[in-house]
């Protein structure tokens, strides 16, 4: 007679390290995916916000979900806060959720939005060469062929058939530099998220401490910046401002972070990174449906060659062989 454990696995399927790393890809993707809507919400509060305040309001609401997150896996710290992972949990927070999100903020400030999104799409080249640096990741055997696919895609979402067009003379040399710095400083936290990871510290955790360690910074940049509050208009304006700030928090913050961490968990930096290629995608549908900026035939092919790419990525995630570091990966 079989006993209760034999009853209970029996038929059951576990998942192989191949098999949660495509569906880590799939979740990142859609983390990312959320990412896309974020622009509109930041363009609409830039009318009555600066960029700086924007961020600070976003992460003092982002709080109510870090503060009892962090209350309950606070212990789980113990005995890991080593130099290394409080350098990483401090450029993933400093870095990428305060100063990076105020950057591209700001960027909308100067230039045009294509702009932005094409500046943004550096970000795998930095989070490539900290992952092969600072993780020892090897590059799949595709990853040749993959790289200028996606990058390629990237570029027809924003410019289609035609020559770029990046409006130098109106976005100006501030828009250009904030949107790299910010590539830059997201690149970097995804590798070094994924460090935090491979390190055993609980993606929940990762993702409360981001938020909770940009405040005091985002309260200081606020405060040397000077900048004055004006928040005025009738009931309901203020009642549709405030609806859409919690909408930008926690839809393409929170939740999209939520998904980005759990597949991050599970799934290689470079693939990572190649995922999130699917922002600029939603980025530019949103662009077309909410502000009528039709999409046009080069777009289209574009956003097809992402998608081609994210799936064939994901069929074939064990293509090279990993460093016992990454094979030990099991959060």
Not at 107 to 130: D, R
Not at 218 to 246: E, F, K, P
Not at 273 to 290: D, K, M, Q, R, Y
Request: glycine share 8%; with cysteine; proline share 4%.
């Amino acid at each position: 007679m079989e006993n209760g454990w034999q009853l209970r696995t029996k038929g059951l399927k576990w998942k192989s390290p191949a098999e949660r790393e495509i569906h880590g890809v799939w979740y990142v993707a859609l983390g990312a995916a959320l990412w896309g809507m974020d622009p509109l919400f930041r363009i609409l509060l830039l009318k009555t916000f600066t960029s700086a305040q924007i961020v600070l309001l976003e992460h003092l609401l982002l709080a109510c979900y870090a503060v009892p997150v962090f209350v309950r896996l606070r212990n789980t710290l113990t005995g890991k806060l080593s130099l290394a992972i409080i350098g990483a949990l401090l450029f993933v927070s400093w870095g990428g959720s305060a100063l990076a999100t105020v950057l591209f903020t700001a960027a909308f400030n100067y230039g045009n939005f294509n702009a932005v999104l094409l500046l943004q799409k550096l970000q795998p080249l930095f989070a490539i060469l900290l992952a092969r640096v600072i993780l020892k990741e090897a590059l799949p055997v595709r990853f040749a062929y993959l790289l200028p696919l996606a990058i390629g895609g990237t570029y027809l979402l924003t410019f289609g058939f035609g020559l770029p067009s990046l409006g130098f003379a109106d976005l100006g040399t501030l828009s250009c530099l904030f949107s790299i710095l910010a590539a830059a400083l997201w690149g970097g936290s995804t590798a070094m998220g994924k460090f935090l990871l491979q390190k055993k510290l609980d993606s929940q955790l990762v993702t409360s401490l981001r938020f909770l360690l940009a405040l005091p910074l985002l309260a200081a940049v606020l405060w040397v910046r000077g900048d004055a509050w004006h928040v005025s208009g009738g009931t309901v304006s203020l009642l549709l401002l405030g609806l859409n700030l919690l909408f930008q928090a926690f839809l393409p913050g929170l939740v999209s972070m939520l998904f980005y961490y759990k597949g991050l968990s599970s799934t290689k930096a470079i693939y990572a990174t190649l995922a999130e290629l699917s922002f600029p995608a939603v980025g530019i549908f949103v662009n077309w449906i909410v502000l009528h900026q039709p999409l046009t035939a080069g777009q289209l092919l574009g956003f097809l060659l992402i998608w081609s790419t994210l799936f064939m990525m994901s069929r074939s995630p064990g293509a090279a062989a990993q460093t016992p570091a990454q094979a030990s990966v099991q959060v």
